[in-house]
């Protein structure tokens, strides 16, 4: 079975450029997650969807980050303007059913801002 | 305070060697915990599953969790250097604002060296 999988697996680009970062949960899966890594901070909740409706987006940093779900087998996380700073590896996951199910990640897309 | 707190190591053992992992938190509404591994460049996997107080074996791998003490383990026996990688404990609430969240550790790097 395929598992989450992410697009792109690397992007660099320049500070001021519009990032978007792609996600499809695995089949079936009705809640998905966005999380940011990073070696000072950990695996940070960005963003979590349930049903394709937002219900928890405290853990995006600013209005710079949005994140969407327009049906149930893709999501996006855009930046924009990207700033150096945002430079991490940001992981997709996705769940089945409720809250005692345990998540299952993507490979992540490892984001550079120069 | 964060709510889970896990030593980062790094952490380099002998093949052969027992692992002992360790994570505290401090929310008590904490019913599911999780261990996670990630190999370098990969997305965190789930390793094992474990609901309320108790042991849970799988292998070479133990879960404990000691609810009173707010205190989980993961154990490791007869190390292999497949198992290095980094070792992140999670949890969840079975209810209340934070239901639906997965609260990490920070993940602690573990060498196994032949």
């Known amino acids: 079975d395929a598992g989450v999988i992410q697009s792109p697996r690397h992007e660099v680009t320049e500070m001021g450029q519009e990032v978007t970062l792609r996600c499809k949960p695995i089949?079936?899966?009705?809640?998905l997650f966005w999380y940011r890594q990073t070696m000072m901070r950990g695996l940070e909740l960005l963003i979590y969807f349930n049903n394709n409706v937002p219900i928890d987006d405290s853990g995006m940093p600013e209005d710079r980050f949005s994140a969407k779900m327009p049906n149930a087998s893709f999501s996006t996380l855009k930046i924009q303007p990207s700033e150096p700073r945002d430079s991490a590896v940001y992981f997709c996951?996705?769940?089945?059913?409720?809250?005692?199910?345990?998540?299952?990640f993507g490979d992540g897309t490892r984001l550079s801002i120069l | 305070q964060k709510e889970v707190e896990q030593d980062p190591g790094p952490l380099s053992v002998p093949e052969g060697a027992i692992v002992s992992l360790n994570c505290t938190y401090s929310?008590?509404?904490?019913?599911?915990f999780m261990w996670y591994r990630q190999y370098s460049r990969k997305g965190p996997e789930l390793l094992m599953y474990t609901y309320s107080s108790g042991n849970k074996e799988d292998g070479r791998f133990t879960a404990q969790v000691d609810k009173s003490s707010k205190y989980i383990s993961l154990f490791i026996r007869d190390s292999q250097p497949s198992d290095s990688a980094t070792y992140l404990c999670a949890m969840s609430a079975r209810r209340g604002s934070t239901l639906g969240r997965l609260y990490f550790g920070r993940g602690t790097q573990l060498t196994v060296w032949p």
């Open positions: 929310n008590s509404a904490f019913q599911y």
């Open positions: 996951a996705s769940r089945l059913g409720q809250y005692n199910q345990p998540q299952h």
């Open positions: 089949s079936g899966h009705n809640s």
